[in-house]
């Protein structure tokens, strides 16, 4: 297991010890793919079954799993006297190109 991902979630309270170390690996295993989908990142059915369930748990809520990360996310921007903070929400258009291998955009 990584050890940045037991660090991001440091502190993490999901209300049992065993779902604090399935968040903890789960970060560290769709981490490694970060743009494979969850049986795409997971090693074998076993495991996609673990994380479908854990995120199928109603029990364990987002705002649970992201306050760690914001407490850490917190500290690093501390150590820092600017921090830029940039999004990019951009969609670039290719319709119309002919360019093969693009997706739709968020609209056809």
């Given at each position: 297991m990584a050890r940045w991902a037991e660090e991001?979630?440091?502190?993490i309270n999901l209300g049992d010890r065993r779902?604090?170390?399935r968040a903890i690996a789960?970060?560290?295993t769709l981490s490694a793919r970060p743009t494979a989908s969850?049986?795409?990142a997971c090693s074998d059915w076993s495991e996609t079954m673990a994380a479908y369930r854990f995120f199928g748990n109603d029990?364990?809520?987002w705002e649970a799993i992201l306050t760690p990360?914001?407490?850490?996310s917190r500290r690093r921007i501390a150590q820092h006297?600017?921090?830029?903070?940039?999004?990019d929400t951009t969609e670039l258009d290719f319709n119309g190109?002919?360019?093969s291998g693009l997706g739709p955009l968020s609209y056809e």
């Open positions: 991001e979630l440091n502190g779902r604090d170390k789960l970060l560290d969850i049986p795409g029990d364990i809520t990360h914001w407490s850490c006297k600017v921090v830029l903070m940039l999004q190109q002919s360019i």
